[in-house]
């Protein structure tokens, strides 16, 4: 979807002007990039003491030059104050996607330490001693290893949730951009709108509930308001107050989502009929285990969801990532969230279980090894009812290994684990190198493999192949 024009008018804000696509960020960027840089001032020479002694003649001068450390980041584009412009930022769902792709200002919350290659043994904790023993060595290597993925893996979190609007206030004008609904659920009709303040604008979504719709449970709408961000529930941001938009096409006040969505997971699955069986179920693959890690948090917050029905899971184009690759699922039917007991079994396993294969029935019958998996999962579902957390764990493993061949055998799975990290981080490397912007399976991969242990794997394979 592509991003909307910038609102020509809106009450109490200035129109931005962009002699070239808009760059997005959060505010503190914003203000960041409004300081101007501070000038060098030119060394002045001091005039000189009272000297009785001749001066010698002068030296002929010599322009020096200052040189400057190899940038680590990506260097800052001029700030308006010193272009001599004036705009305001646009920060929405879409817009912040699509322009900060490849973007390397998204600092982690722990940003990575620096490798010098001058004290590679100070910064592994070896002592001369221990680089003459190889076990001592590898542990050092291993442990870097994983705290380096961890710090990608930070990165692409930092990346994929960045630039999120805060909570509406008094002062915040509103525009509708459309006059029709941008998508239509189950349960909901989703309009596009532009909330603005005196420093950015923001791309947002109002909620409206359909006509006719279910009455909502209201103990699940308050623990969507109370839920911090995660990347696979929709989030609020606050209401439209009745009478701010006079043609707005509803009546009352509506909740704000801060992402626009673009399909249904029923509407994708009716486009993604055309696609390779291959890439089909990977995508497949990929949309469950991001439903299972919203479901995974519902179960930690002793909440559980009535109904799993695809025409209300949304998905929408992840921010920062690259054109290709797989959307992002949102988890938005909190109407039909309500109180679960916690307890062995699953309260979704069931659920998982049917949908798995409603999604899998359209391109039956699937010869590859990952619909093999997926089609005996489905089973495994039923029949176990496992807590979501290990579902994504075998889901997981589906996508990325390892193979059933290292079901029982924990000796190997160590050193599996091992081997699996250190090609992920050279494959990324690669990738960085070339200029490739990562995408969403990056990130769920990094994800993966820097929480992932012998014992975790060996249950996932027993779930799957038992």
Request: hydrophobic share 15%; net charge positive.
């Given at each position: 979807m592509s991003d909307p024009e910038p609102p020509?008018?809106?009450?109490?804000?200035?129109?931005?002007?962009?002699?070239?696509?808009?760059?997005?960020?959060n505010l503190g960027e914003v203000r960041a990039h409004l300081l101007p840089s501070k000038p060098c001032r030119p060394r002045t020479p001091e005039p000189p003491l009272a000297d009785p002694q001749p001066l010698p003649p002068p030296l002929p001068k010599k322009t020096l030059t200052r040189t400057q450390s190899l940038p680590t980041h990506k260097a800052p584009?001029?700030?308006?104050?010193?272009?001599?412009?004036?705009r305001k930022p646009l920060l929405g769902s879409l817009s912040v996607d699509e322009s900060r792709a490849g973007d390397q200002r998204v600092e982690p919350a722990r940003p990575p330490a620096e490798l010098p290659f001058c004290s590679l043994d100070a910064e592994l904790g070896l002592s001369l001693h221990d680089?003459?023993?190889p076990e001592a060595v590898h542990a050092a290597l291993e442990a870097r290893q994983l705290e380096g993925l961890r710090v990608v893996h930070a990165r692409l979190h930092a990346r994929l949730l960045g630039g999120r609007p805060g909570p509406c206030r008094p002062g915040h004008d509103f525009r509708l951009l459309d006059s029709s609904p941008c998508l239509e659920s189950g349960d909901a009709l989703y309009y596009r709108l532009v909330r603005a303040d005196e420093e950015a604008w923001h791309l947002l979504a109002a909620k409206v509930p359909k006509p006719g719709a279910e009455e909502p449970h209201p103990w699940g709408l308050e623990l969507q308001a109370l839920l911090a961000p995660h990347f696979n529930l929709q989030g609020l941001c606050g209401l439209v107050p009745e009478g701010t938009l006079p043609e707005m096409p509803w009546r009352g006040p509506v909740a704000l989502a801060t992402e626009v969505p673009e399909l249904t997971v029923a509407q994708w699955l009716v486009e993604a009929g055309t696609q390779p069986p291959m890439k089909f179920t990977r995508a497949v693959a990929l949309l469950l285990l991001q439903l299972s890690m919203a479901l995974e948090h519902l179960e930690a917050q002793g909440a559980a969801l009535a109904e799993l029905r695809p025409e209300n899971l949304l998905l929408m184009s992840p921010r920062g990532c690259g054109a290709t690759g797989p959307p992002r699922l949102l988890l938005a039917d909190f109407g039909r969230v309500h109180p679960c007991p916690q307890g062995p079994l699953g309260a979704h396993a069931r659920q998982l279980s049917s949908l798995l294969q409603k999604l899998l029935g359209p391109r039956k019958p699937l010869a590859t090894p990952l619909a093999v998996g997926l089609e005996h999962l489905a089973v495994q579902l039923a029949r176990v009812r496992p807590s979501a957390a290990r579902t994504r764990c075998a889901l997981q493993v589906l996508l990325w290994g390892p193979e059933q061949e290292l079901r029982g055998r924990r000796a190997q799975l160590g050193p599996w684990l091992l081997v699996r990290r250190a090609l992920l981080v050279l494959h990324l490397a690669e990738r960085a190198v070339g200029g490739e912007v990562p995408h969403l399976e990056d990130w769920l991969c990094c994800e993966y493999l820097a929480q992932a242990t012998e014992a975790s794997l060996d249950l996932a394979l027993e779930l799957l192949w038992d």
């Open positions: 020509t008018k809106t009450t109490g804000v200035n129109t931005p002007t962009w002699p070239t696509q808009p760059t997005y960020s584009s001029p700030s308006p104050v010193q272009s001599g412009q004036h680089l003459h023993r």
